[in-house]
């Protein structure tokens, strides 16, 4: 049990080192604006898993944090011998993939938001932390808001050195009150800027 434990702590790290690890509205919306196509999810999951690793089931196994055999038992055309992976191990497996789909369409968006910026889409309570009934003051609200390159260079930093999504969402905060309130830096000095309780978050590149 020991050793399965560590396998699959070491496949989540080798799956954190490739793109990070998605998590929160924020980080779901990310990488979503990195992909062209959809992740494959479920028995397309394993098909792409297979291929990308060349057919290797060693290979897959270490990856998913599973033994050799069990992934034998998953991919075998005997129906008396073929077993479905769990709940818990599709969930692996839909993450290794996530990790290893389209890395160069990734590595392209990437480069073209912090070349050009992006268009955030989301509906989040946001505002000044003005006093109540100000026309500013933090209300559940749905943004469109262009952000510049600069800003998709530090929200990438901050998520490659680890950031979770609180720390993202600060960074949100402060490119959204200077374009949304402050008019580019004109205005709204000294207040606080709340971005909180996003139900969504997605984000337009190119």
Known sequence: MAAQTAVREGAA???A????????????GIERALLTRPVPTGASALRFLMRAEKGSTKHVARLVGV??????????????MRRRPSAAHMERIDEVVRARWQPRVRVRQRARAEADGFVIHT????GFAAPAGSSDDP???WITQYLPGEVARELFAARDAGAGEQQQMVILARALGHAYFRDGGRRGHGLHIAFTDVEFADFSIG
């Open 13 to 15: 790290a080798r799956v």
């Open 123 to 126: 509906r989040a309570r946001f």
């Open 17 to 28: 080192e490739c793109w990070g690890v998605y998590v929160g509205e924020i980080g779901h």
């Open 139 to 141: 209300r559940v609200r």
């Open 67 to 80: 033994s050799q055999r069990t992934v034998q038992r998953w991919i075998t055309d005997r129906p008396e």
